[in-house]
Every structure is written in C-alpha cells, then in structure tokens.
C-alpha cells in the first residue's frame, strides 16, 4: 500500500496519537544506576571527566542512594575504590571491602533498592589488570577463584545480584558454583556477557583510579569489530548459568544490543558508559546539544535496540524528564 494510500504523516500529527502508537517507552523500572564507593565519612569527590557525579563515602553513598530510591529507581550498581592495591586485588573480597561495607549500609537504611556489585579486580589491583598477572600476562583460570570469593563476599554481606565485568573465560560457572555451595541458589547474576575493549571507559577509569599499568585490555575484552563472537559469549555465559546478560558500551553497539536480543530470551541490560555520559556533558556544556532531549533520545534508542534494562550515570536525569514528560501530556 503506497502513497496516497498510505500517508505516515497521518498518525504524526496529533501529539495524543503520537503517544499512542509509540512503539518504544523508557520506564523508571529499567534505569540501574551506577555509584562509586570510596573510604572515609562525609565526603563527595566530583568526577571531572563526568560531570554530575561523584565518588562517595559510604555515609555519602547510602544518601543518593536513598534519593534514588525515593524517585522510584530500582536498583543501583556498586563500584568501589579501595585503601591500598595489591597483586591479588585482596580489597575486593575482604569482608570489611568498601563495597561489602556500602551494600551493608544500604541494605539496612533501604532494604527495598536492589543492589547489584560489579564483580571485577581491577580497581583492587596494583597492575590495574582484571585478574592474576604472571610474566606479564593475565592468567584466566588461576583468577576464576578469586572472583568466585569477590562475588560471595558481596553476596554475604546482602548484594542482591552480582554482576561479573572481568571477562574472563568460565567466571560465570565458578561464580554460579560458589554462590550455590554456599546456599545463595537464589542469588542472580548479572554478566557483562558481550564487554567490548573499548575507548569509552576512559572517565571512569579516572574516576575508579582502574587504569592498566602496562599493555591494555585487549587480551580478554572483546574486539569492537566483532558482532558474530558476542552471541558466542553470551551463549557460554548463558550455560554457565547467567540469568541477566549485558551488552557494554551502549551506544556504537546498538547492533550487538538488537542481534543479542533477537538471538536469547534473556533479559538484557545495556550499559551506557562512562564515554557515552561525558560525550553527551561536553557537547551539552558547549551549547553545542539539547541536553535533556539527547538523553532520552538516547535511552530510548538503546531501548528500541532491544535492552530491557539501561544502566545509565543519567538514571536520575531520566526519572526526572519521564515525569516532566507525563505532566506536559
Ligand atoms: C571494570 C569495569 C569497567 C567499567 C565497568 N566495570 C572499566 C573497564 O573495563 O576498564 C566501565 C564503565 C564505564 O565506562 O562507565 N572492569
């Protein structure tokens, strides 16, 4: 059926019927919120290369957490940035770890917000790497252990879901099998299953101090030119028992997001990183883009992809404009 039959514009004119045959809705209930975790009381440390967000002591943290809540998101995701570094990262499974410290805190002042951990080393690390580094390469098996006893630290001290970002081969299995000899069956993960090698995390390597030392991450993050080897991934992580996939970066892998979606009936998590957040500031600062429509054209694009769940460093800036957005219609 061809024009003049068929006239798009007709159902384009009326913002009533816009919004009724609008295929794709950004809702409060997809937005994970990310939050980093520093030691001290009574102390916020603003990200220059993100503007608008800070690293928080655990006092600090538990307040914008509440905040979030209170405006209806439902879960936040947990860095940390520890007191000292060391080879084996020994802060992130450490029973007093600024993380485990932060999901307690959180789950006795707000019981009801999800708190899911990021599950990795490298913030811990002195080398920066994601894993056990011998002759000057990261050993794969030899750091599934201790990822295993980072996710049960997490969960022992109430982590809701854990969310692995190591990429290492067979984590999700060893975490899986920890959790499970523990009597933690319930407890679900999250795996950063398709993570790229990817240039955007520069701001939150500054703001989680998570830099390599030497060499990058090429050796076991994924190659950005590959869009047939993420289904791979995902698939491994989903028969080693991951009940929440994610794609990372957002935004230049919005083909993985809608091929992974197509492929699996998982529910799948896109992470809008730190480069997509300071990209959208900067250009925002300059005059130079319309904030406030940017990102939700943004966070709907990444819906529209296929992603049931957006992890966003905008999730309060979302909440907010959803609301504004309900009061105009
Ligand atoms: C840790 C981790 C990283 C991010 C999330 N978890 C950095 C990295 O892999 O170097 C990036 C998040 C962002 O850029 O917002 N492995």
Known sequence: MGYPLYRPRRLRESPLLRRMVRETRLSVDDLIYPLFA???????????????????????LVKEAKDAASMGIP????????ATKDPRGSEAYAEDG????????IKETIPDLLVITDVCLCQYTSHGHCGIVEDGRVRNDATLDLLARVALSHVEAGADIVAPSDMMDGRVGAIREALDESGFQETP???????????????????????????????YQMDPANGSEAI???????DEGADIIMVKPALPYLDVIARVKQEFGLPLAAYSVSGEYAMVKAAAQLGWLEEDRVVMELLTAIKRAGADLVITYFA??????????????
């Open 75 to 82: 879960a936040v995701l947990l860095f940390g940035l520890p």
């Open 232 to 238: 791979r991934e995902v698939g491994l992580d989903m």
């Open 98 to 105: 600024v993380v485990q410290q932060a999901v307690r805190a």
């Open 38 to 60: 520093i030691h001290g009381r009574g102390h916020r440390e603003p990200i220059p290369s993100m503007p608008g967000q800070s690293r928080l002591t655990v006092d600090e």
């Open 189 to 219: 993960i999250m795996s950063y299953s398709a993570k790229y090698a990817s240039s955007f995390y520069g701001p939150f390597r500054d703001a989680a101090d998570s830099a390599p030392q030497f060499g990058d991450r090429r050796s």
């Open 316 to 329: 309060k800036d979302a909440v907010r404009l959803l609301e504004r957005e309900r009061h105009r219609l």
